[in-house]
């Protein structure tokens, strides 16, 4: 096993761990952006700032205002004096279609991920934006 295999297994561990932080009943998903083995930001996915800590209605559909894990680390890396150019996100599931517009426009060269979701348009995207596609299934 390779140094990086090592460490994408590693940080895919810590992105599953940060996953438990999320309110979200049906999935919990967890993401780390990571440049020059550093964690730059992170996120879980779940309601706005401000808004009740409840991501799915009474007919346990997700309300449509909930963030991404991706879409929070990138929101939270915008917010900070950091840059995502080049840097490479661990997310625990495939990122969906508006996501990967949001990784494409970070200027993120690098994702790893845990586990398919099942509307895979997201990766097809990020490929066509020769984005580097890793599955890290643990």
Known sequence: MTKQQLLDERYMRMARIWAENSYC????????LVKNKMII???????????????EDD???S??????????????????????E???LYVTAS????????????????VVYGE?????DG??????AEIEIELVEM
Do not use: W
């Open 25 to 32: 009943e049906r999935r919990k998903v967890g993401a780390l």
């Open 41 to 55: 930001s992170d996120g879980y996915n779940g309601t706005p700032s401000g808004f009740e800590n409840c991501c």
């Open 59 to 61: 007919s346990n559909n």
């Open 63 to 84: 309300k449509p205002y909930v963030l991404h894990a991706e879409a929070n680390a990138i929101s939270k890396i915008a917010r900070s004096h950091n840059s995502s």
């Open 86 to 88: 080049g840097a490479t």
């Open 95 to 110: 990122p969906c279609m508006e996501c990967a517009k949001l990784i494409i426009q970070a200027g993120i060269r690098r």
């Open 116 to 120: 398919n979701y099942r509307i895979m």
């Open 123 to 128: 990766i097809d995207l990020l490929k066509r």
